[in-house]
């Protein structure tokens, strides 16, 4: 336990320093090779719990410390065992003594006392703090203040269910490959290995509990690939056909593209800036022993790469502030910044302009994001639409998506992630 701690301390307090969640913890792993994957799964508990509840941990830490704690590290030591002590079944005693002794380390261990009084005053009187700190939203919701601004402005009847499912575990959902099988074929497969899971499509599955890929039948034959089901409505909304020349443009890891080319023969272009990431494209359609012409290129400069043949489609699943998946990066929920929108809203604008001439007449054009944000979404297709007079917005409809699709945007929900699509034709 001690080194769990310790080690999910050093990872939140990465992140409070400003380093993304998945980047943190490479690092604690690249660090640490010898762990146990019990000890990596309790680090990660404890680092995604800490931030899914930052907001009320702070407010409970507020209102134990007499003054504003300066140490970030004795701050991040006291949050991530409030969190053990509110939200695992981790003994009480233990966490505490390992937090004393570890506070000993800190500054020179002039914070020791402070850090036992705080904890064991937290203990005493536990549920009475925990009331009294949902007084106030941010503790409550568990989102900065901008954040809940703006989703009480754009969504004011749903703002709550938003904030209240980002603060939840996310579900865990396979898309089932049509050129193996169906989710009720798969669903049977499953239940003959004891995993408990239900049907929300055709080929989509929910599994009950998160489980190894490694338990899943046929995985690494690639029956299935685990995908939300949010997600899954990208490749059904583009209505690919057999023969189809189809452009993946921010294709990195291709999830995407794999699912593209599970619905047609098509052939496919993936793209991505990112030659790192660009490499579990690969590797994913070598699972699902699919192929495509996978290239390191940029989606706003394609004078650099185009041959100059037209697409029948484009998905461009263009970079965003992930605000539809934070229950995914909680860390998201802290690090994100107001005007971080309008860089997103820039570079997703010049990306679809520098796209759209590669379309051919009658082809279509997604703009897809995970963002709930309409900053991004709503108002970047406006916008877009009427930049170009030869786009003609489409409704969408598949038997395939979730059926709380509107206007374009899915809010975060039990059964799938935020996302926001919109359809372009071109004209002929
Ligand atoms: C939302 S992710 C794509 C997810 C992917 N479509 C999937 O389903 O697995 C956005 C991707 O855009 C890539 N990207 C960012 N800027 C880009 C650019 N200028 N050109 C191409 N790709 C870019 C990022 O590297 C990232 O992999």
Redesign the pocket.
Known sequence: MLLTQTLACETVFAVLSGQNLTEALSTTWRQNPNITPQQRGAVQDIAYGTLRHLGLLEALLNTLASKPLKELELKVLLLTTLYQLQFTRAGAHAVVDHAVNVAAKIGQGKGKGLVNAVLRSFLRQKDELVAAAQKNERAKFNHPKWWMTEMKNAYPKQWQQILQANNQHPPMTLRVNRRHSNAEQYLALLSERGIAARRLSDFSIQLEKAQSVDALPHFFDGWVSVQDWG?QA?AHLLDVKDGMRVL??????????GHLLELADIALTA????SG?LKRVDDNLARLNLRATVMT????NPAAWWDGQQFDRI?A????SATGVARRHPDIKWLRRPEDFAEFSR?QEK?LDQLWPLVASGGKLLYAT?SVFPAENRLSAEAFARRHPDARREALSSEHIPADLIDGQLLPNSEHDGFFYALFTKAI
Not at 248 to 255: I, L, Q, S, V
Not at 271 to 274: E, S, T
Not at 317 to 320: E, G, L, R
């Open positions: 997600a990208a993946d443009a921010c294709a990195a890891p291709g999830g995407k593209s793209i991505d800036a990112d990431r290129a940029d989606a706003s998905l699943d263009v970079p965003c570079q990306m995970c």
